[in-house]
């Protein structure tokens, strides 16, 4: 005989393939207004879910924009680096270039003090004149230059020593061949320099140039 129990409280109800009473019959009455319930849980629950989603995504924005600029700074950094090394490079090699430009130069002054001290001009225009010779395409011109500045120079040497043994007191006596001497002698005590110096620097001056003229002609005169 069939029985009908009511007023139990049911904790707990377990779905099973095969119950352990086939014949037994369970029946749940559902109280009203839960199923609203239960939607606006789901609408809260959605609309939290939404706003972590929304969330999470301006942190993924926020990421990829900060790496973004990592990267540029990165490259800005790594550009700034290589200009920096590049610009080193550029300075040594200025440093390097003018150290052998002006060991070139000191070889050319001690040369032209020791081979041309006696030809007109500076020392730096004469270091001027060689660079300029020894730096052309044509080399045999150059070199024929150089043999004539050497030649010219040794006439000089030998002109300014015949004429600083020609006896003179120095005084400026009335010859050309006095008057120049004694400016070569001049110049060559206020520079502290040789008299073939002095005589050299004189007749590059105009006065100078004008008496080693008048001296030539003198010596003409006299058959020299």
Known sequence: MAHKLTEIKLN?????PIGANPGAHIT?????????????????????AN???????????????????????TESVKKAADEAHAAEI????????????????????????????NTPGTVDEKVKTLKALRKMEDKD?????????????????????????????GNGAGTASDKLEKMAHDIAKEQKT???QGFSKAIDTPEGRKLYVEMRGEQGQKGE
């Open 12 to 16: 707990e109800v377990s779905l099973v």
């Open 28 to 48: 749940l009455i559902k109280a009203k207004g839960i199923g609203k319930m239960a939607e606006e849980i789901l609408k809260q629950q959605l609309t939290e």
């Open 51 to 73: 706003a972590k989603l929304e969330t999470l995504t301006k942190k993924n924005a926020n990421l990829e924009a900060e790496n973004e600029k990592l990267k540029k700074d």
């Open 90 to 117: 550029k300075k040594r090699e200025d440093e390097i270039t003018k150290l052998k430009a002006d060991a070139e130069d000191a070889a050319l002054k001690s040369e032209v003090e020791k081979s041309f001290p």
């Open 141 to 169: 011109a150059a070199a024929t230059l150089e043999k004539s500045m050497k030649e010219n120079e040794e006439r000089l040497a030998k002109l300014a020593k015949e004429t600083g043994h020609t006896g003179g007191d």
């Open 194 to 196: 040789t008299y073939e």
